[in-house]
Nanobody
Framework: QLQLVESGGGLVQPGGSLRLSCALS????????VGWVRQAPGKEREGISC????????YYADHVKGRFTVARDIDSKTVYLQMNGLNPEDTGLYYC??????????????????????WGQGTQVTVSS
């Protein structure tokens, strides 16, 4: 059974950077789309970015384009989210989630969060001076 474990969160000043990691285990990575989702205090979860393991396509929500980069390392079975230019609005609990599919990454994986079948426990990111 696929398991996901996030790490890399923390406290960072506005304008700073963090790299989140999502370690996957229990299944081949070749057939998954992995997404990053965050939940700000008092708000609903929102999709941030996603990457298809099968065709390497990626997708980003508009408000993180140009600041965040999603990547994967097949050998270590890890998906990363590099976050640059962080601002207080980026504060929240960041989850990685996975769906077994050969579908390319696209708008669906930041808008249809119910499609994801497995979720990690989340890692907290706080952007504050």
């Amino acid at each position: 059974q696929l398991q996901l474990v996030e790490s890399g969160g923390g406290l960072v000043q506005p304008g700073g950077s963090l790299r989140l990691s999502c370690a996957l285990s229990g299944f081949s990575l070749d057939y998954y789309v992995v997404g990053w989702v965050r939940q700000a205090p008092g708000k609903e979860r929102e999709g941030i970015s996603c990457i298809s393991q099968s065709d390497k396509t990626t997708y980003y929500a508009d408000h993180v384009k140009g600041r965040f980069t999603v990547a994967r390392d097949i050998d270590s079975k890890t998906v990363y989210l590099q976050m640059n230019g962080l601002n207080p609005e980026d504060t929240g609990l960041y989850y990685c989630a996975a769906k077994l599919t050969l579908t390319s990454a696209g708008a669906w994986c930041v808008s249809a969060l119910s499609e994801f079948e497995r979720w990690g426990q989340g890692t907290q990111v706080t952007v504050s001076s």
